[in-house]
């Protein structure tokens, strides 16, 4: 696996981190930190898309952040479980996995290295 993609999955898990951090900080350290992972999310990001093909990153950025974002929200802070959301973003990751799949690297990147 390129270590780009192990990079997309780490900004995606930032994400979730500073989207659950934007609807239930409450205090200086918890906005300290949301702010700390939106700046890690798009330190990281953009060094992906020198070497990976820009709208798979994406998806699968979105993909991960939004999936991961409910899921936390359903278990850390109580949101009721509906299955048809949880179904639904299967089937999201489903596609975004796809993607990922049937998407060539590209051979050599026009950022250098």
């Given at each position: 696996m390129n270590r780009y993609?192990?990079?997309?999955?780490?900004?995606?898990?930032f994400e979730i981190f500073w989207v659950a951090g934007l609807k239930h900080s409450t205090s200086g350290l918890e906005w300290g930190l949301t702010i700390l992972a939106i700046i890690?999310?798009?330190t990281i990001l953009?060094?992906?898309a020198k070497y990976l093909p820009i709208g798979t990153v994406y998806?699968?950025?979105a993909g991960l952040g939004t999936a991961g974002t409910v899921l936390m929200e359903?278990?850390?802070?109580g949101?009721?479980?509906n299955l048809l959301k949880v179904l639904l973003i299967g089937i999201l990751l489903i596609g975004v996995i796809g993607?990922?799949?049937v998407s060539g690297e590209p051979e050599k990147s026009k950022g250098g290295a």
């Open positions: 993609w192990i990079y997309v999955v780490i900004a995606a898990l890690t999310t798009f953009p060094v992906t998806a699968v950025f359903i278990i850390v802070y949101e009721p479980f993607l990922k799949l």
